[in-house]
């Protein structure tokens, strides 16, 4: 397929007939506790691939499996348009008793494999009252801290 321009004088219409890869690793506690079932769904941002969508959950690593995305050829960062050489998807990460997570335009390349990691924070960290952070985590048996 052949490039087209806008009235911006952009390229926009490379085809998507590569493909790239993306890892999706959810975490808490600043990277120290993998998050097993969590809800990834991923789709396309470019008007290329803005059809595209990706649901999956991770497992007990907090990993999703590989995902396969279309993605524009390599031989696109050679040219001396105005084109990118890669496609943009956003990521939503969604888990019970945590706030929901978005990444946009995350980079994705054809033939590489990316690699995004998400820290999720707990929904029990905040006063909803105030919507900020507590001073400290209070046991609701004992009602200590921890």
């Known amino acids: 397929m052949s490039p087209t321009s806008n009235s911006n004088n952009r390229i926009t219409d490379y085809n998507y007939s590569n493909e790239g890869f993306l890892v999706v690793k959810v975490y808490t506690a600043s990277g120290f506790i993998p998050i097993d079932g969590a809800k990834v769904n991923v789709s396309g941002s470019d008007e290329q691939n803005s059809d595209f969508e990706v ?30 050489p890669y496609a943009t998807y956003s990521i939503e990460i969604e888990k019970e008793n945590f706030f929901t997570h978005m990444d946009f335009n ?27 952070p507590n001073d400290i985590l209070i046991n609701t048996e004992t009602e200590e801290p921890f």
Do not use: H
Request: charged share 10%.
């Open 55 to 84: 649901i999956m959950a991770t497992n007990n690593s907090g990993s999703t499996d590989t995902i396969i995305l279309p993605a524009p050829s390599p031989a696109l960062s050679l040219s001396s348009t105005s084109v990118r």
């Open 106 to 132: 995350v980079a994705i390349f054809s033939g590489i494999t990316s690699i995004q990691s998400v820290y999720l924070i707990p929904k029990a960290m905040y006063r909803p009252e105030e919507n900020k």
